[in-house]
């Protein structure tokens, strides 16, 4: 009775252990299919200038300029949040598989502005000193 015992929990145990090592190397690849891009930790962060934006209806095309090369990046997602806050000239960091030439929906991790630009609202134009003609004007002439 005890030697049945023991098979048992050395049996258990061996399975245990295979699992485990199947789990920690084949897991990985298994399951990053089925997780977002943001956090399944796969992604090269590239960080590149805008130099041209091109709105359509349900996109967004921006040609940035990287140190690996040219890139042309696609939004399908969030194109008017998008295409209000990226500029000409703006530096961003995209969160891509690697680089290559045309990409679609990556993630923006960052997004810069050139030096001194948008620090804040532009003013409002100045007033005249003549008020504009108004119906007392009319009125009275």
Known sequence: MAVKGWLILAFTLLTGAILGIGAVTMGPALVAPYLPKSISGQGERIQGEV??????????????????????????????????????????????????????????????????AGLGPSPPPAASSSPPPGPKDKAVR
């Open 51 to 116: 130099l041209r934006k091109q709105r359509e209806a349900n996109r967004l095309l921006l040609k940035v300029g990287t140190a690996q090369g040219p890139m042309l990046v696609t939004f399908t997602q969030k194109v008017g949040e998008l295409d209000l806050l990226l500029e000409p000239g703006d530096t961003v960091t995209l969160i891509t598989s690697g680089y290559a030439t045309f990409v679609d929906d990556p993630s923006l991790d960052r997004v810069q502005r050139p030096s001194g």
